[in-house]
């Protein structure tokens, strides 16, 4: 007590010009309009700039929560959207596990991604994983709470894909140069092929579903040695820039492995 009645000694004046400083502010707000006014417009600068970064985080987790919700209910139509794509006897066979990316490399000749779903959340080994924009690659390791996923920017990577128009099938893969940029080969120069054209997956393996896009045709080369294309295909997915996945669990993946393990030794 003696030591807090030291201390208002010590500064007395201090406490007696904060004192006179809030009776002479009162008076002037009560009396005077012009007063009134700048004591206002005071309080409104200092009180918005007190609250400003309260407001900022206040709206920052608001909108990531939002933004949750957008990814949830964007799920939700993906997955619809996906299931229509086939046709109706095959129905319903897919769900998507939606992930984030917490790691992508693009610069090497073996690209890799960890995303942040695993075991326990039903992510298995094989299965493909794709963006809202394109294909991004197949699960290659998971542990019970991460997953690492094989890039299609990596050299050792081949999925089927086929030509929209003509509905002509490929195989597709990386030239360890541009990420932006896949091959398809192994389509015959019987088929018409433009630059525009687009390429999907062609559903020809157990990874992806048919016709989740790829990208579009921007230079087209014919090897007359053996009758093939040799395409360059820009990809709709900037591998570059990926916040957000979906695992694409497939139902039949384990009755189709087996009949594909005992048939095609």
């Known amino acids: 007590m003696q030591r807090i009645i030291n201390t208002i000694i010590r500064f007395k004046n201090f406490f007696v010009f904060i004192f006179l400083l809030i009776v002479s502010l009162s008076f002037s707000y009560t009396r005077s309009d012009f ?22 985080l206040k709206s920052y987790l608001q909108l990531r929560e939002l933004n949750e919700k957008l990814m949830e209910e964007n799920i939700l139509l993906k997955k619809e959207k996906l299931n229509k794509k086939l046709d109706s ?11 984030k990316v917490i790691k992508n490399s ?32 197949i699960i290659n390791e ?3 709470n991460y997953s690492s996923v094989i890039s299609i920017l990596n050299k050792d ?23 932006t940029v896949v091959e398809l080969n192994d389509i015959s120069i019987d088929n018409e092929i433009f630059i525009g054209d687009t390429i999907s997956t062609g559903g020809m ?29 820009k990809l709709f997915q900037k591998m570059n820039n990926i916040s957000y996945v979906y695992v694409i669990e497939n139902f039949n993946y384990g009755e189709l492995y087996e009949i594909d393990k005992n048939n095609f030794k």
């Open 35 to 56: 007063h009134e006014n700048k004591i206002n417009n005071f309080s409104l600068i200092i009180s918005s700039n007190f609250y400003k970064p309260f407001y900022n």
């Open 89 to 99: 006897k095959y129905e319903n066979n897919y769900d998507l596990i939606l992930a």
């Open 106 to 137: 693009t610069k090497l000749t073996r690209n890799n991604l960890i995303i942040n779903k695993g075991k326990k959340n039903g992510i298995k080994r094989d299965m493909g994983v794709i963006s809202k924009d394109g294909i991004v690659g």
């Open 142 to 144: 998971t542990s019970k």
């Open 157 to 179: 990577l081949k999925i089927n894909a086929k030509h929209n128009k003509s509905n002509a099938y490929g195989s597709l893969e990386w030239n360890q140069k541009d990420p």
């Open 205 to 233: 393996s157990f990874y992806f579903p048919n016709n989740i896009p790829i990208g579009e045709i921007n230079s087209i080369k014919i090897s007359e040695n053996n009758g093939f294309y040799s395409l360059k295909v």
